[in-house]
């Protein structure tokens, strides 16, 4: 018998896949991000180094590359072709939807957890800010920003 629940979410991952990958691929440039060397530079003043970090909606790293310089980063976004383009700069990475389950994420703990941009798209942010704390460590830190135009 088939799960009806299962087979709805595994359409809706692949629906938002696809309007990501067609949103990043049409409408944005590969070196587009909002106010990038701004929060880049913020960003890593605020990680530093030697941390173990994961960048939940990393895209293709556009501003990754600001942190990761002696850091281990894990990237993770539901656009596979920008995560290729993420690996070229050296991220490792995770196809996965932040609307799921995130059992891709299971047992893994972090120093610093990065959500840049993204919590505006998700269903339920507040569901994915539980996600987030469980994933970091007991002193780690949660580094992210949405859009306010005021």
């Known amino acids: ?10 359409i809706m991952q692949k629906s938002t896949q696809n309007i990501y990958e ?15 060397k701004e929060r880049g530079l913020l960003f890593k003043q605020k990680i530093g180094e030697g941390k173990k970090i994961v960048d939940l909606g990393c895209r293709n790293g556009v501003l990754t590359k600001h942190y990761i310089q002696n850091n281990d980063v894990l990237g993770v976004d539901i656009d596979t072709n920008s995560l290729e383009k993420a690996k070229d700069l050296g991220i490792k990475t995770v196809h996965m939807d932040l609307n799921g389950n995130w059992s891709e994420l299971d047992k893994q703990k972090f120093d610093i957890a990065v959500l840049a941009e993204t919590l505006e798209h998700l269903y339920n942010p507040e569901k994915v800010i539980e996600k987030v704390k469980a994933l970091l460590r007991k002193d780690g830190i949660f580094i992210g920003s949405v859009p306010n135009a005021f």
């Not at 799960?3 to 979410?9: A, D, E, I, P």
């Not at 067609?22 to 990038?36: A, C, G, K, T």
């Open 1 to 10: 018998m088939i799960n009806l629940y299962s087979k709805h979410s595994i």
């Open 22 to 36: 067609s949103h990043h691929q049409e409408r944005r440039d590969e070196s587009f991000s909002i106010l990038e």
